[in-house]
């Protein structure tokens, strides 16, 4: 009969279409999207009483909730696509390495027709942000002020004023960043201030790569910045510090492509970058602080200029700059490593990654001190998480070598190595048992460098200014302990006990000496607002274990937890010797754990 006929090849047809769909897309097709921007308090039976609820209430009416349109612009599906368990994570690790959000889940959800709902959840940390900077160290001191808001219109806008006051650095200006630059994803950063010397400016475009899957990258950056560089002295000098004022210059435009698949990828790039160091601007020279004192600064007497001169050699250079990567990573989630209860996603595998740049006469090469010279920078990291541990190690050695008649050879030669591990006994246990070994140290430097043995990423019974020196190393021991979460996980509460025991040697830097075998140990307490948060406040008491002043001067510090692989392992006091080289920020740093 003819209507059978055609009803049976439409029900044949129905069939072929879905039989094909399920084979184009094996774990179904992305059927919704679905997103709930949540409040930075959660409200519910148990907190709609009182002044508790009046507090949430205000609190979440200042706070600025993220746009769910801007959300579902950082996801990696959309509505008819193929569900990918891979993109889904990937997706969750994009939203958290947004500045704002604190915390990122990014589930799928199957539906009875065999196709997948895709459900987003973002908790933000606070966004509005009115923040006074106090030292604790000597006694109460007034450190500056931020006021930004990092989250406006909902749209991860950054905009803000600051004025940042602390030891030789003072900053006071503003700034402005927007991601998602005209609908692209493309991001764009200024900044403009005045420190103790003069102006400094910063301006850049980013494309960064997206996730594990992204192709393609690009940077282009200015910096402008007159600054100065303090020098600590050893105890019992009559000055505490020497400062050196400095005026850098650096550009750059740099692009990269990445072929391979997530997990096997070879990174390829090249640019074109300029930097300009000058002292000899300043025609007064380095200054001397009594008592930390930065505001009454005094001329350098002719015996501390002399010191320093070997350090002080204007320099500038253009380069041609060649990017080269291989990247094995995958990431596990863990929870509890530097947070009290919040997951970090850890690297896990293998990434080299490797910047050669060659100078050209181009851009100046009249100039005086315009270098002919290579400048080499290697990192190499590597991450394992086998049961309840995470380990994580990383090297990175730069230089650059001049050809001179007047000198030849290798310089500003810095190199730092870490190892971090992270133990619980049980998925249940409120102990995290977290030690590492860094390393750092700089050598034949033509600028400005030296380290310090204390400070809050050293020897934490030591102030920042203790025992300087130019090659350090440092080992620590912190068990990390998670108390509770009252009134509803309104807050995270626990404490630490650690041991930090290290060196550091001359090695021929400016006020450098040898230290010996120190040892520190201390204990504080660990906060976490509002609960659940990856970011965590510690207020910790520490004290020499050895040396002259056994169990004396005791350091009170409150801080942000710094050691750990939420903030990286790269050394902050390295970071700011660093030449600018090329290919800066365009290849992820993996041992940053979202």
């Known amino acids: 009969h003819p209507l059978h006929t055609l009803t049976l090849l439409a029900l044949l047809g129905t069939t072929s279409v879905t039989a094909l769909a399920g084979q184009a897309c094996p774990q179904g097709e992305v059927s919704a999207v679905l997103v709930t921007a949540h409040s930075y308090f959660e409200t519910n039976d148990s907190t709609d009483v009182g002044a508790l609820s009046w507090f949430y209430g205000m609190a979440n009416w200042v706070h600025a909730d993220t746009n769910e349109d801007f959300l579902r612009a950082e996801l990696l599906l959309r509505v008819g696509d193929c569900y990918d368990e891979f993109l889904v994570e990937e997706s969750a690790r994009l939203l958290q390495q947004l500045g704002f ?58 905009l803000g004023g600051f004025y940042r006051q602390n ?103 090249g640019g074109l970058s300029r930097e300009e160091w000058d002292y000899r601007r300043f025609p007064n020279g380095a200054n001397v602080i009594r008592d930390e004192d930065f505001g009454n600064a005094e001329p350098a007497p002719p015996l501390i200029t002399g010191i320093l001169a070997p350090q002080l050699r204007d320099y500038s250079t253009t380069r041609v700059n060649l990017i080269l990567a291989q990247r094995h990573l995958s990431f596990q989630r863990r929870e509890r490593l530097d947070a009290l209860r919040g997951a970090q996603d850890v690297a896990v595998g293998a990434e080299a990654a490797l910047v050669l740049g060659r100078s050209i ?81 700089g050598w034949s430097v033509t600028g400005p460098f030296q380290l310090t043995l204390g400070g809050v990423s050293g020897l934490r019974g030591y102030a920042l200014d203790d025992h300087p020196g130019g090659r350090r190393l440092i080992a620590s021991l912190e068990d990390r302990i998670y108390f509770a979460s009252p009134r509803n996980g309104f807050i995270d509460l626990g404490m630490t006990a650690f041991v930090d025991v290290g060196s550091i040697w001359d090695a021929g830097v400016p006020f450098g000496a040898d230290s010996g075998s120190l040892a520190t140990g201390g204990a504080g307490l660990r906060i976490g607002f509002p609960g659940g948060t990856r970011g965590v406040t510690r207020i910790d008491v520490a004290f020499p274990l050895n040396g002259p002043d056994p169990f004396s001067a005791p350091t009170f510090r409150i801080s942000a937890e710094l050691l750990g692989l939420r903030r990286g392992v790269e050394d902050r006091q390295l970071r700011r010797s660093r030449r600018a080289g090329g290919g800066g920020g365009i290849i992820p740093d993996p041992s940053v754990a979202r």
Not at 398 to 417: M, P, Q, T, Y
Request: hydrophobic fraction near 40%; glycine fraction near 10%.
């Open 361 to 441: 006469p181009l851009f100046g090469s009249s100039a005086v001190h315009e270098d002919s010279d290579f400048f080499g920078r290697v990192r190499l990291f590597a991450g394992l998480a086998p049961g309840n541990w995470v380990l994580a190690s990383a090297i990175s050695v730069e230089g650059r070598k001049i050809f001179s008649e007047v000198e030849d050879g290798w310089k500003d030669v810095l190199a730092e190595f870490d190892i971090y591990s992270y133990w619980r006994p049980s998925q249940n246990s409120r102990h995290t048992l977290f030690a590492r070994i860094s390393g750092a140290g």
């Open 101 to 158: 959000i604190d915390r990122a889940e990014v589930t799928g959800a199957p539906q009875p027709d065999g196709s997948v709902d895709v459900v987003v959840e973002t908790w933000n940390s606070w966004t509005l942000q009115f923040e006074p900077r106090f030292r604790l160290q000597e006694g109460f001191e007034f450190a500056g002020l931020d006021i930004t808001e990092r989250n406006l219109f909902g749209r991860g806008i950054v």
């Open 167 to 269: 030891r030789e650095f003072l900053n006071v200006g503003g700034r402005f960043e927007t991601p998602h630059l005209l609908g692209t994803r493309w991001d764009a950063r200024l900044q403009a201030s005045r420190t103790r010397v003069g102006p400094a400016f910063q301006q850049g475009f980013f494309y960064p790569f997206v996730g594990e899957v992204g192709r393609k990258a690009a940077v282009q950056s200015f910096v402008q910045l007159e600054d100065q560089f303090s020098y600590s002295l050893p105890a019992g000098e009559t000055y505490s510090n020497v400062v050196q004022p400095y005026r850098q210059q650096s550009s750059q435009i740099t692009a990269a492509g990445r072929i391979g698949r997530p997990g096997r990828l070879t990174i390829f790039g």
